[in-house]
């Protein structure tokens, strides 16, 4: 498949630039009018390219709750007022470039980090760019400020260009994590995580988590920032046996790579996710649960799951959470250490068989707790596959 932007004869009708400059004029447009988060510390996720060779109607379902955004109608470009995700042709079939937002006061500190690790970068109008232990992704930091004396700084003038003024919408769902998977060496697993640790200047989690299910066992780092927006969980398989993680390491050359996109929603929005996604109402007329109407699919949690974890709500609120989460088909958990609750649900992969899927989740009085029983829920539900 290609996708096309625009015909040969529209475009000179048009008199458009070239098109590398079109391309950078849209994105820098898209960023230009993000909202940057109140609570925002150091960075900001807010972009994200995945290469596929999938058919386009297969992303469909980013125009639809709990996404609702808005496609760019020259490409391939999906975008809110708070993040984009961009889909371009290609055979990789994984995230290609992660795009970031900072301060001009923050980028020098930033900057700096990623020349102590000697990592490669490059300068230039609008955004700095480096790559890292995650073969084939590029990280991009677009700079925000007004300064026409800045090199790195890029202003607002794309806007005024774009033909499309509401190209993004009003939305409350935003990036809440980057999952990433490495090999199962010490080496990779410790290099990503103080990658991702030095360059954003996060905090890991004191204690590894680690999750042990007969032959399988899943080792994680958490980093977090102090405003919980800069997260990156970094994971790994110490198996004895083949599972999904080894899998998603074969289908992608044994290398490094981002496994999950999560996504924070508000708390009507993951309470309706199921039966907007069609999974109740395709369990009524006997069909798949887990093949949504949106042409998501999603990973259930399985029969036994609640029955499993009810031992850990005990209070009258906690049993009120759990009956809801029941009722809406949604993970849940209570989180001893941080405090507050989890609710969670995950799609099957997205781009192919054993290739990144996405997540969605909301917080009660939780800023950045993992999961832990539900991502065990999930990690059992797939192995028993």
Same mark, same amino acid.
């Given at each position: 498949?290609?996708?096309?932007?625009?015909?040969?004869?529209?475009?000179?009708?048009?008199?458009?630039?070239?098109?590398?400059? $079109? $391309?950078?004029?849209?994105? !820098?447009?898209?960023?230009?009018?993000?909202?940057?988060?109140?609570?925002?510390?150091?960075?900001?996720?807010?972009?994200?390219?995945?290469?596929? #060779?999938?058919?386009?109607?297969? $992303?469909?379902?980013?125009?639809?709750?709990? +996404?609702?955004?808005?496609?760019?109608?020259?490409?391939? !470009?999906?975008?809110?007022?708070? $993040?984009?995700?961009?889909?371009?042709?290609?055979?990789? &079939?994984?995230?290609?470039?992660?795009?970031?937002?900072?301060?001009?006061?923050?980028?020098?500190?930033?900057?700096?980090?990623?020349?102590? !690790?000697?990592?490669?970068?490059?300068?230039?109008?609008?955004?700095?760019?480096?790559?890292?232990?995650?073969?084939?992704?590029?990280?991009?930091?677009?700079?925000?400020? @007004?300064?026409? @004396?800045?090199?790195?700084?890029?202003?607002?003038?794309?806007?005024? &260009?774009?033909?499309?003024?509401? @190209?993004?919408?009003?939305?409350?769902?935003?990036?809440?994590? !980057?999952?990433?998977?490495?090999?199962?060496?010490?080496? =990779?697993?410790?290099?990503?995580?103080? +990658?991702?640790?030095?360059?954003?200047?996060?905090?890991?989690?004191?204690?590894?988590?680690?999750?042990?299910?007969?032959?399988?066992?899943? #080792?994680? &780092?958490?980093?977090?920032?102090?405003? =919980?927006?800069?997260?990156?969980?970094?994971?790994?398989?110490?198996?004895?046996?083949?599972?999904?993680?080894?899998?998603?390491?074969?289908?992608?050359?044994?290398?490094?790579?981002?496994?999950?996109?999560?996504?924070?929603?508000?708390?009507?929005?993951?309470?309706?996710?199921?039966?907007?996604?069609?999974?109740?109402?395709?369990?009524?007329?006997?069909?798949?649960?887990?093949?949504?109407?949106?042409?998501?699919?999603?990973?259930?949690?399985?029969?036994?799951?609640?029955?499993?974890?009810?031992?850990?709500?005990?209070?009258?609120?906690?049993?009120?959470?759990?009956?809801?989460?029941? @009722?809406?088909?949604?993970?849940?958990?209570?989180?001893?250490?941080?405090?507050?609750?989890?609710?969670?649900?995950?799609?099957?992969?997205?781009?192919?068989?054993?290739?990144?899927?996405?997540?969605?989740?909301?917080?009660?009085?939780?800023?950045?707790?993992?999961?832990?029983? &539900?991502?065990?829920?999930?990690?059992?539900?797939?192995?028993?596959?």
């Amino acid at each position: 498949m290609i996708y096309t932007l625009i015909s040969h004869k529209e475009y000179s009708k048009k008199a458009r630039p070239p098109t590398s400059t $079109f $391309f950078r004029s849209t994105i !820098l447009t898209v960023l230009n009018r993000l909202k940057p988060l109140k609570t925002v510390n150091m960075v900001q996720v807010n972009g994200i390219v995945l290469e596929t #060779d999938l058919n386009s109607n297969s $992303f469909n379902f980013l125009e639809k709750r709990p +996404f609702n955004l808005r496609k760019n109608k020259h490409r391939e !470009l999906y975008s809110s007022d708070k $993040f984009f995700i961009e889909i371009k042709e290609g055979s990789k &079939n994984q995230a290609t470039e992660l795009y970031f937002s900072a301060e001009l006061t923050e980028i020098g500190g930033l900057k700096e980090r990623v020349q102590n !690790l000697g990592v490669e970068h490059r300068q230039g109008k609008g955004f700095f760019v480096f790559e890292g232990p995650v073969p084939d992704l590029v990280h991009k930091i677009k700079v925000y400020q @007004n300064d026409q @004396n800045c090199e790195i700084c890029e202003n607002d003038e794309t806007s005024k &260009n774009d033909e499309n003024p509401q @190209n993004t919408t009003e939305n409350t769902t935003t990036i809440d994590h !980057l999952a990433f998977i490495t090999k199962n060496d010490d080496f =990779s697993h410790k290099t990503v995580t103080e +990658f991702y640790q030095k360059v954003f200047n996060l905090n890991p989690e004191i204690d590894p988590i680690t999750m042990k299910y007969n032959e399988f066992i899943l #080792d994680i &780092n958490l980093l977090h920032g102090e405003t =919980s927006y800069e997260q990156f969980v970094i994971s790994r398989s110490l198996s004895t046996k083949e599972d999904q993680i080894s899998k998603f390491l074969k289908r992608n050359g044994n290398k490094n790579a981002l496994q999950h996109v999560a996504f924070r929603c508000a708390e009507k929005a993951i309470f309706e996710m199921v039966e907007c996604l069609g999974g109740k109402n395709l369990e009524k007329s006997g069909e798949s649960r887990e093949s949504g109407v949106t042409g998501l699919e999603i990973a259930l949690p399985p029969d036994e799951y609640y029955g499993t974890i009810k031992k850990y709500f005990t209070s009258e609120t906690d049993l009120k959470w759990f009956e809801k989460a029941k @009722n809406a088909r949604l993970l849940i958990d209570k989180e001893d250490k941080l405090g507050g609750y989890l609710f969670q649900l995950f799609s099957k992969p997205i781009l192919g068989d054993n290739t990144l899927f996405l997540e969605f989740i909301h917080r009660i009085d939780n800023t950045h707790g993992l999961g832990k029983r &539900n991502v065990e829920a999930l990690w059992r539900s797939l192995e028993n596959q």
